[in-house]
C-alpha cells in the first residue's frame, strides 16, 4: 500500500524498525523541496528483510522522488522512485560496504521484483508489479545496461554458500559433505583456533563457505579436505 508523509511534519516518524520517513525524502543533492514523501509499505517489509540476513545498516542513497527531482538527477519523470516502490541502497556488515554482487544475489532471494546493480557497493530494489509499472519485473545491470539478467547469482559468478560467508547468515543449511580424510574443524573462518577433528568419512551439513573454509555446525573445516554429496 503507498503511503504519503510528511516530511516536515512526520520526517521523523519510524515506518519499521530500521528505517524512518526522513530517509526516503525527494531530494537534489541533499537538497529538499518537495514535502510530499510516497512510500509503498510493501518497500519497507522488503528492505527490512535484509536485517533478517544479518545486515549491520542499510544506507538508503535515494528513495522517493518528485517527477521534477528524478528528472534534476538524470532519471524519468515516471520511473520507479517517483511512485515510492524504489530504493537505491548501501548495505553495511562489520562496518563495511557489502559488494553490490552479494547484495543483488541476497535481492533477488528476498523476492524484489526490480533489481539493479548501479556500482560497485550501491544496488537499486524496488517492488514493481503489471499493477504499479510498465512492466512487472526488471533485473539489470546499469554499469553495462544490461536488462535482462535471469539469474543474479549466475550473472555475478557466486553461490548462495559464498553469499550466507560473506553476510555471516547461517540460517539454511546448503548441502551435505563426507570429510576426504581426518581432518580439523576450527572455531572462526580463519582456521586459527582448534576445536576438534572430523573422523575421514564424517557426513556434515554446510551452512556457508567464506574463502579456503566450509561452515559446519560445530565451526569451520577446509573445503579441501571435504567432498560434496
Ligand atoms: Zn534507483
Known amino acids: 500500500m503507498i503511503k504519503v508523509y510528511s516530511f516536515s511534519k512526520n520526517g521523523s516518524k519510524s515506518l519499521s524498525k530500521h528505517f524512518a520517513v526522513k530517509e526516503f525524502v525527494s531530494n537534489v543533492n541533499g537538497r529538499i523541496r518537495y514535502d510530499s514523501v510516497k512510500i509503498d509499505t510493501k518497500l ?6 535484509l536485517f533478517k540476513f544479518g545486515m549491520d545498516s542499510v544506507v ?10 528524478s528528472i534534476a538527477v538524470g532519471g524519468y519523470s515516471n520511473d520507479a522512485h517517483t511512485k515510492g516502490i524504489a530504493a537505491d541502497i548501501i548495505c553495511y556488515k562489520n562496518r563495511k560496504a557489502l559488494k553490490s554482487k552479494y547484495v543483488a544475489a541476497l535481492a533477488s532471494l528476498i523476492g524484489f521484483s526490480g533489481i539493479g546493480i548501479i556500482s560497485e557497493t550501491s544496488v537499486h530494489v524496488d517492488v514493481r508489479n503489471y499493477k504499479n509499472y510498465s512492466n512487472a519485473h526488471w533485473w539489470g545491470d546499469e554499469r553495462t545496461g544490461n536488462d535482462n539478467i535471469v539469474d543474479f547469482f549466475k550473472y ?11 553476510i555471516g547468515y547461517y540460517g539454511e543449511s546448503l548441502y551435505f559433505i563426507k570429510a576426504k580424510r581426518k581432518t580439523a574443524v576450527y572455531y572462526d573462518e580463519n582456521g586459527k583456533r582448534f576445536k576438534k577433528h572430523y573422523t575421514a568419512g ?10 579456503k573454509y566450509s561452515k559446519v555446525l560445530s565451526g569451520w573445516v577446509k573445503t579441501a579436505d571435504l567432498k560434496k554429496i
Open 44 to 49: 519497507i517489509n522488503k528492505l527490512e528483510k
Open 60 to 69: 538508503i542513497i535515494s528513495g522517493y522522488r518528485h517527477p521534477k527531482d
Open 156 to 166: 555475478c559468478k557466486i553461490s548462495k554458500a559464498e553469499l550466507y560467508g560473506e
Open 202 to 211: 564424517k557426513v556434515a551439513r554446510v551452512w556457508a563457505t567464506k574463502g
